[in-house]
């Protein structure tokens, strides 16, 4: 029983629809499979499902073998005619494929910067704050493979020992899904990897070299490398991505037939310091943050993705410090200063003392910036100076809100886009600025529309290969290619400007055409949603200046926005043409370099002028060295990590 049919599932059959398309196969009892130019798979492994890649308006057969091969291919045809009939849009995250939340910049490259000769290791200071506690050394072990023929009368049993660990690792997993305090993402990537931990197309791989007399250990790993290796070698960025997961996954199959587990971070100990080469999704998912007295990593610089968290729940990081992290791996007690960016093994007793000192330092400093909380700073002339939060998920809500954030300067919504195995509705994303703006209301909350390039992966856009992803296809640019991605998101923030306080800015803008274009898609967006009779309201409509041509046509670009935010993040990097992560070129990544200074104070310049406000949404914002010196050129408006706000009200309020 056979039919073929067009794909009319958006984006494909990848991620998300893939794995909604496999758990309806497996409903039925028959074989099914798909067939996509001549090219035949199960359609119960997602694992080779997701390798056929089949992609929206491609023709694909469905054959079944079986007592219900009629209903199966009724069933299947129709979902991949219709993906909406049937089966929920947004039916929760249970078996979707692991996309890593990644930070807004690639992390990883080793810090260069020499140790100064006081026994200590300096490596980038990614989050401030002093420590010291017991050493956790992280360092998952190689696997100790001592491969082995196996005699015929051993095969059966070794099938069942493979069995075994398959059932134990997919158990542990849905012991961490039954975990209420899971976080809805972190759910995502373990219910992806638990769901590749039963498919046939990596267990059966193995299972078919066992019974070729390979012992289950060597089987594992063989089979997890070859499907490993067909998705890197498939041309899609997001699938090649999935690798990790498969491994991550075989890993674990293969500790567990030695009688292993993973050390895994849930039993560190309260206030010790984690030291790691690096930390991937699935240990941060299970990672219990409140436990942890600090960072040590041999990666990540310090926009990476642990150094965003360790910000943000106030954990000191040293990070960067390549192959020396294993020096102090075997160490008893480590002492951390995150605003430094050191590390000391086993410390003497001036260094426990500096850190007691520093830690303490620290604690007053916080408890006297407490007082400033509520602050409303205002500049001599009486204007309220707007001290606001650079949020990334709606979990950084409460932190922005206790440290006294006067609304959001900069929510980033990529990780919206990445966090997802499929990109984000106009309902999810409706949704998430919704409940963004009612918990600032009536503070402004600036919503930047999606600033994602070919460094990071999101289902669903394929980036072509570059050689500088930071001066390629990104932000704006590729959104207005990509009017289908672009548009949903413009509805969705038109349906959320309702509330009265939302904003919108554009990032990485070069040329008013950008901002004429951008603006004629709203048009349509808004025309659309009135047709549909949905309730919406225009919004102001601001840019980022984070490139030297938005600077230099800072008048004329004035004229066409109601605001401007400075991202000093992105322009110090292209004023200074120094990568922002390249720690061998940190010291030009300097914005108080006179040529970044003046860059901002010519933007400044020209939004006081055409009488628009400007603010500052990059790190630079948080400096209460430099906040003096923005406030003078004319900003109104400060948006910077929750950690900073208190600091940074005082500084205004000293003025
Ligand atoms: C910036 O470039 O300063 C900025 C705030 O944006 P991001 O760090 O997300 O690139
Ligand atoms: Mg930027």
């Known amino acids: 029983m056979e039919r073929s049919t067009i794909v009319r599932v958006h984006e494909g059959l990848h991620a998300r629809p893939a794995t909604r398309f496999v758990r309806l196969a497996k409903s039925f009892e028959s074989d099914v499979e798909i067939v996509k130019e001549g090219k035949a798979v199960s359609a119960k492994s997602s694992v080779k499902l997701m390798l056929l890649s089949v992609k929206e308006n491609q023709e694909v057969t469905v054959r079944a073998n079986g007592a219900d091969a009629a209903e199966a291919v009724e069933a299947l045809i129709g979902y991949l005619e219709n993906p909406r009939s049937g089966l929920d849009e947004e ?6 494929p692991a996309v890593e939340a990644a930070a807004p910049g690639k992390a990883t490259i080793a810090a260069v910067s020499p140790d100064a000769d006081d026994g200590r290791l300096h490596g980038i200071a990614a989050s401030e704050g002093a420590a010291i506690g017991p050493a956790f050394a992280h360092f998952p072990k190689e696997i100790e493979q001592q491969p082995r023929t196996l005699a015929a009368e051993e095969i059966a049993r070794e099938i069942e020992r493979l069995g075994t ?15 209420a305090s899971l976080a809805e993402s972190d759910r995502a990537i373990v219910a992806a990897l638990m769901d590749i931990a039963g498919d046939e197309a990596l267990i059966g791989h193995a299972e078919g070299l ?18 490993a290796a067909e998705f890197s070698a498939v041309e899609d960025v997001y699938l090649a991505a999935r690798t990790d997961d498969i491994n991550a996954v075989g890993r674990q199959i293969a500790l567990a037939l030695l009688g292993e587990e993973e050390a895994d971070l849930s039993s560190i100990p309260s206030g010790a310091v984690l030291i790691a080469d690096d930390i991937g999704a699935w240990d941060l998912a299970r990672a219990p943050l409140k436990r942890i007295g600090g960072i040590v990593c041999g990666k990540g610089g310090a926009t990476s993705h642990i150094a965003i968290i360790a910000r943000s729940h106030g954990i000191p990081a ?11 791996a075997a160490a008893k007690e480590i002492a951390i200063d995150g605003a430094r960016g050191w590390v000391s093994a086993d410390p003497d007793d001036a260094t426990r003392s500096e850190i007691v000192r520093l830690a303490e330092d620290a604690e007053k400093e916080r408890a006297a910036l407490a007082a400033f909380k509520d602050t409303v700073p205002r500049r001599a002339d009486g204007t309220v100076i707007e001290v606001a ?51 600032f209301a009536p503070y402004p909350v600036i919503i930047r529309t999606l600033d994602i390039g070919g460094d990071k992966p999101v289902a669903g856009i394929e980036f072509p290969e570059e050689e500088n992803p930071f001066l390629g296809w990104r932000g704006i640019r590729m959104c207005l290619d990509r009017p289908d991605i672009f548009k949903t998101q413009l509805k969705a923030l038109l349906r959320v400007a309702v509330h009265g306080n939302v904003k919108v800015m554009l990032p990485m803008v ?4 950008e901002v004429e274009r951008t603006k004629a898609l709203i048009e349509e967006c808004a025309a659309e949603l009135a047709a549909a009779g949905t309730p919406f309201a225009r919004f102001e409509l601001g840019v980022m200046i984070e490139t030297p041509a938005a600077v230099l046509i800072a008048p004329e670009l004035a004229r066409h926005v109601a605001f401007f935010s400075i991202g000093t993040n992105d322009l110090t990097q ?18 108080t370099n006179p040529a970044v200074m003046t860059a901002i104070g010519m933007t400044a310049k020209a939004a006081v002028e055409a009488g628009i406000m ?34 940074a009200k005082k500084a205004i309020a000293e003025l």
């Open 91 to 96: 039916d929760g995250a249970e078996t979707a």
């Open 165 to 179: 660990a398959v059932t134990t690792v997919r158990a542990r997993m849905a012991k961490a899904l039954a975990d």
């Open 210 to 227: 066992v019974r070729k007399g390979i012992d289950a250990v060597s089987a594992v790993i063989g089979a997890t490398e070859a499907t």
């Open 318 to 328: 040293v990070l960067g410090l390549g192959e020396r992290v294993r020096e102090v």
């Open 389 to 439: 939060a650079n949020l990334g998920s709606l979990e950084e809500i409460d932190p922005a809100r206790e440290a006294g954030a006067m609304g959001v300067g900069l929510f980033r919504t990529e990780l919206l886009f990445m966090r997802h195995t499929h990109l984000p509705s106009e309902d999810l994303q409706a949704e998430t600025y919704g409940t963004l703006a009612r918990a």
């Open 510 to 513: 070069s040329e008013i055409a």
């Open 574 to 591: 292209y004023i200074m043409a120094a990568d922002r992560l390249h720690p061998a070129v940190a010291r030009l990544n300097d914005v």
């Open 614 to 647: 400007v603010g500052m949404c990059g790190e630079a914002a948080g400096r209460a060295d430099l906040i003096p010196q923005f406030i003078k050129m004319g900003l109104t408006e400060l948006s910077m990590s929750p950690s900073s706000i208190q600091r």
